[in-house]
Structures are given as C-alpha cells and as structure tokens.
C-alpha cells in the first residue's frame, strides 16, 4: 500500500456565524493510498493558517509514492533536506500533521487505536480541563457566573486569561483587573477547583513576575507561558520566587527543547502541542524526555476535532499525564460536525477504542466548510 496524495484542506466558520475567535479555522491534512484507504490529520492555525497550508505540499513531495509502512524514512528525508525545520513552526506543523495521517492510516489497516501501535494504554479516560468559556467575559461576575456553570458541566479545572489588553508591561490598573476576576472565579468555584492561569506568553519578565506574586493567594494549579518566549531565560527567577507551577510547551518543536527547558529549570509542566511538534513520532520521543524528568504532560489542544483525537491517543500512553485541555464545550456547531467518534462527559474525555484515530472524519462536513479565507484580526488578537 503506497502513499498517493496528501492534501491539505481548510475548513472555516460560515460567514454567518460567529466562531471561536482564537480558532476560526482549521487545516486538516487527509492522506490517500494506492488502495484508497483515507487517514487524517491537523496542523495548527493562528495566524498562520495559510502559510501551514502552502508548506504541506513541501513534505508531502517526501511521502507522495513511498510505501505506507515506510513513512517514517520519508520523515527522515524531509529532516535531511529541510533546513530550518527546527525553527520553523509552518515546517513542524506540516510535517506533524502527515504523521498524524499516517499512523491512522497504519493503525486502521492493522485494526488498532494508535495507541497501542505506541506501546500501549494506561488508561482509558483522561480528567480534562476548561478552556474557552470566558469568551465574552470583561467582568469579575461575568467570568464567576460562566465558571460556575463550567463545573455545574462536570469539569474541575477552569483555564482562563483574566489579562484583557495588556501587553508587554502591566499596568497597576491591569493587575488590579485581573487579580479581582481571578479572586472572582475562585470565591465561585471553591477551593477544590483547579484554576489555570493562561498569559499567552505575552509579557516582559518584570511585568510576569508581579502577575505571578499577586496571582499566588488564589493558588492557581499553573501559570502558562508567563512572559514573551524570548525572555523564557528569566523564568529560572519567576519559578525561584513564585510559588505557582509554570506550564509552558505549545512553542516548543522538538524534544531537544523540552530536555533543554526541564534541564535549566525553566518549566514544572510540560505543554506540547501534537499538530506542531511532529505528531506520534516526535511524540514518543516528547513522552520519553518527560518521562526521564518526571515532568508532567498536558498536552496543548487549542483548534480542532481531528487534534483532539490524536491528543488522546498520545495521553492513553504518557508516562506523566497531568491534564486534557478541552475547548469542545464552548466549540460552534460547524466545528463539532467536522468528526464523530469521540466525547467528554462529567469533564473527563473517554479515549476512542478504534482503529487508527478512533473517529470518522465526516467529509460532506469538511466539504460544506472548506474554505480559502485567513485568520481574522480585530482590535485585539483572536486569543484576547
């Protein structure tokens, strides 16, 4: 069974509807063999949904006419010839997504979840996380009602970034907002709940470390990427003087990167992303450098449904699974269409049984919303 085609195909929120901002569309990556058997894939969007895009045919040249079972030496001609593939989330991300593709399309013809072509299960459902419900929330009561409703669903973790527009610096009137919505939550939910502290790694490191001093007496589970990526180097004094645990991950593209981070004492826990740091084959090694740090995962898991599905795939097999972050509650409807197969009750996802993925790609669904558009942009960015 060759590889014939890999395609990537854009999906999008209709025109007429008002989507998750911070992912109004979605490039899935659908792998065909000489047979016509499909599997599937995604890679990441946020403003970069076509340059993902247009960098798929770039691998796909390295798998298009290989057999199946030999994808794995297509992935190691695409590292030989792509040069800037370890500083290149367009290049990652469209490799990880063949990947993806072609461990369903292995683990359907074998008749076997991906998980077991990894080594095996360790469990059959993960406790998952919140994220995505504070959408329309500017107010301290505003995020305390929308998270009391959250855990009335059945979840025990809330993630949410209370910073509204702040960037860079943190002004005292910033602080002061996010401290009253983060206090807000807490007096709503209770001390049992876990509360996820999400900065979008969008501040100086003088400005993370005053955010993380206040934000302490509400005991956040973690703050995610507390500071702009580039300063990362200061993170060994926000952790030295914050009690708070630093989860940090969905920018990082190899396993190399994670041991570095864990190495220099820079993260607690760990945060890749699937669609973006080499699918299940860079995954096992992620899940090894974890393991030997004993470094808890929680996989970053922030576009679509065909993700969420290789996500739990990975966590049925990590030595260190911490948490499943979930946007599906707060998903449009377009967006649950896209794929049956898999589903989160009392906020914990159920880990697909089937072959490959575990869930059917509804390709009517994809067709009605392919798409060719952009990410939007408004006064703020879409993960505002």
Request: negative net charge.
């Amino acid at each position: 069974m060759k590889i014939q085609t890999v395609e990537a195909i854009e999906v999008a929120a209709p025109a007429d509807e008002l989507s998750s901002p911070w992912s109004s569309t979605v490039v899935l990556i659908k792998v065909t063999t000489s047979t016509g058997a499909v599997g599937w894939g995604e890679a990441p969007t946020t403003l970069m949904t076509h340059p993902v895009r247009a960098s798929v045919p770039e691998v796909a040249r390295f798998y298009e006419g290989r057999e199946l079972i030999d994808h794995g030496t297509g992935r190691r001609e695409f590292e030989r010839y792509s040069f800037y593939r370890y500083h290149s989330m367009e290049a990652t991300s469209a490799l990880s997504g063949v990947d993806i593709a072609c461990h369903d399309l292995i683990g359907r013809e074998l008749g076997t979840p991906i998980s077991t072509l990894l080594g095996g299960r360790l469990r059959e459902r993960v406790r998952a996380y919140s994220n995505g419900w504070y959408s329309d929330c500017i107010r301290p009561e505003e995020f305390a009602a929308k998270a009391r409703a959250m855990v009335r669903s059945g979840f025990s973790a809330l993630k949410f970034d209370p910073f509204g527009d702040q960037f860079r610096e943190l002004s005292p009137q910033g602080l002061r907002a996010a401290s009253e919505r983060v206090a807000a939550v807490r007096r709503a939910v209770g001390p049992e709940v876990d509360l996820l502290i999400e900065c979008h790694g969008r501040f100086l490191p003088s400005a993370a470390l005053r955010a993380g001093l206040e934000l302490d007496q509400y005991r956040p589970r973690f703050m995610e990427e507390p500071m702009i990526p580039e300063y990362n180097d200061s993170l060994v004094e926000f952790r030295q003087r914050v009690r708070t645990p630093v989860a940090l991950g969905e920018r990082l593209l190899t396993a190399a990167e994670f041991a570095s981070y864990l190495r220099r004492g820079l993260v607690d826990i760990l945060q890749p992303d699937i669609t973006n740091s080499g699918g299940f084959s860079y995954g096992r090694e992620i899940a090894g450098v974890a393991a030997a740090f004993g470094a808890p995962v929680a996989y970053h898991n922030a576009f679509g449904p065909v993700q969420t599905a290789a996500t739990l795939q990975m966590d049925a097999t990590l030595p260190t699974f911490f948490l499943q972050e979930s946007f599906e509650a707060s998903w449009p409807a377009w967006k649950k269409s896209l794929v049956r197969g898999y589903r989160i009750d009392g906020g914990h996802f159920e880990i697909p049984d089937g072959p490959g993925l575990g869930v059917e790609v509804d390709e009517r669904q994809v067709e009605r919303y392919r798409s060719d558009q952009m990410d939007p942009t408004g006064p703020e960015p879409p993960w505002v």
